[in-house]
């Protein structure tokens, strides 16, 4: 149960990383998608996934 919670934490951690991030990068029309994906790699690996996503949406779009 222990595990569960952390990961649920981590979850809802990832999320409002990309919420808030959303909500600064919209003035500069640098908006990212909440979806699975960019959810699960917040989660897992913090700030420098965030970083890579937006590097890699500059590059690519």
Avoid: D
Avoid at 28 to 42: R, S
Avoid at 43 to 50: D, E, I, Q, V
């Amino acid at each position: 149960m222990k595990y569960i919670i952390a990961i649920l934490k981590r979850i809802i951690l990832g999320f409002v990383i990309l919420y808030g991030y959303n909500m600064i990068a919209v003035n500069f029309n640098m908006v990212m998608p909440i979806n699975v994906v960019t959810v699960g790699l917040t989660s897992l690996l913090g700030f420098p996934a965030l970083f890579s996503l937006v590097l890699l949406f500059v590059l690519v779009y």
